[in-house]
C-alpha cells in the first residue's frame, strides 16, 4: 500500500511540474503587452560567457507598450542589441547610449489568432504531459500485481490517478482560457 501512495505522489508531482512548464510557456507568448518575462531566455554574451539577460541589466516596463533594459555596465550595450535581434520576441531594440527601449507594437486581429493557436498547442502539450504521467504510474500500478498487492487495491489507485489526471487537465484548460482571453483583449 505504501508504495501505492508513493506512485501516487509521484504522478502529482510529475503532473504539477507540467502545469508550472504550460505556465512558464504561456507567460513568453506576448499577449501585447510588455513584460519583462517576454525577454525570458534571452542570453547575452558577456566575458566570453552566455549570461541571462535578466542578470546583466535591470529590466522595467515603465507602460504596457515599453520595455527598459538599463544594463549595469555601458559596454556590453551592443552585446544586447544583438542577442535581442536574434532572439525570435520580433522586437527591434532602441539604444540611446544609457538604455536600450523596446517598443511593443500592438497585435494584429491575425497575429491575435495565430497566438491562440499556439497557446492552445502549449496547452496540449501539457495535456499531453498529463496523460503520459497516467500512463506511466498506471504501468507501475499493474507491476505491483505481481508483487501480491490486490486488484481492488490497484484498481482504486488508478482511478484516483484518474481523477489526479482530471483536475490537472482541467487546470490546463482553465490557464488557456485565461490566456486566450488575455491575447484576445484588445
Known sequence: MEEIEL????????????????????????????????????????????????????INTPDARSIIIKP??????????K???????GLNPQNDGEIIRLN??????????QLVKQAKHEAEQGRISVRNVRKDTNDHLRKLL????????????EIDVQELTDKYIEKIDELLGNKEKDIMTV
Open 83 to 89: 542577442s535581442i535581434i536574434n532572439s525570435d520576441i
Open 146 to 157: 505481481k508483487e501480491h498487492v490486490s486488484e481492488d487495491a490497484i484498481k482504486n489507485a
Open 7 to 58: 506512485y501516487i505522489d509521484e504522478a502529482k508531482e510529475l503532473m504539477e511540474k507540467a502545469i508550472q512548464h504550460v505556465n512558464y510557456t504561456f507567460g513568453k507568448i506576448r499577449a501585447g503587452k510588455a513584460t519583462p518575462g517576454m525577454l525570458d531566455g534571452i542570453m547575452v554574451e558577456y566575458y566570453g560567457n552566455p549570461t541571462p539577460l535578466n542578470q546583466v541589466s535591470s
Open 72 to 81: 549595469w555596465e555601458k559596454n556590453i550595450i551592443p552585446e544586447i542589441e
Open 104 to 113: 511593443v507594437p500592438a497585435l494584429s486581429e491575425e497575429r491575435r489568432l
